[in-house]
């Protein structure tokens, strides 16, 4: 539990968290400014394109579903390897790198399906994956690591477990 002397996560770990986090946001966001500045032809076109904006489609509801339930997986598994453990939950200093690695492992699908999207715009000049990836770029927005949102994390992370430990 965090109290006023120690939170749960402490000031130089968040900054870590978000930077790395801004990033992985940064990333499309910036090559697609530079791809919407250019004057783009088209390199492909007929059954081709439609093809790859399926592909796309598809790549883009795996990445979203990746994205939430990947990092559930982990801690899923996480949790039960520490309920076997008769380690103090709340004295376990492991909790924000736990939440480093799973909010990373949430955003990768969210930025490679940003960057797929920005790719078949600069290939087929359909602006449709460019507003797929500007949504997939607002939900990591929605997801940036704050403190109060990191230390909720936490905590419902350490209820989870004793709630596991319980039915051991």
């Known amino acids: 539990m965090a109290t006023d002397d120690q939170p749960l996560v402490s000031e130089s770990q968040l900054r870590v968290i978000q930077f790395l986090v801004g990033v992985l946001i940064m990333g499309p ?4 400014v530079a791809l919407l500045s250019l004057q783009n032809q088209p390199a492909i076109a007929g059954p081709a394109r439609e093809t790859f904006l399926l592909v796309f489609a598809v790549f883009a509801v ?7 339930g990947v ?21 376990d200093p492991g909790w924000p790198g736990r939440y480093q690695t799973q909010i990373l492992v949430a955003m ?9 999207g920005l790719v078949l715009y600069l290939i087929t000049g359909d602006l449709l994956p460019v507003a ?16 109060s949102r990191v230390e909720g994390w936490i905590l419902r992370q350490q209820e989870l477990l004793e709630m596991e430990r319980a039915a051991y």
């Open 108 to 116: 990768a699908p969210l930025e490679g399906a940003a960057f797929f």
């Open 132 to 147: 797929i990836a500007a949504a997939f770029v607002a939900i990591m927005l929605l997801r940036f690591p704050t403190r």
């Open 71 to 91: 990092p559930r997986a982990f801690m899923s598994v996480q949790r039960r390897v520490l309920a076997r453990s008769q380690a103090d939950a709340a004295a």
């Open 62 to 68: 795996c990445a979203l579903v990746a994205s939430f």
């Open 29 to 32: 966001v910036l090559f697609g």
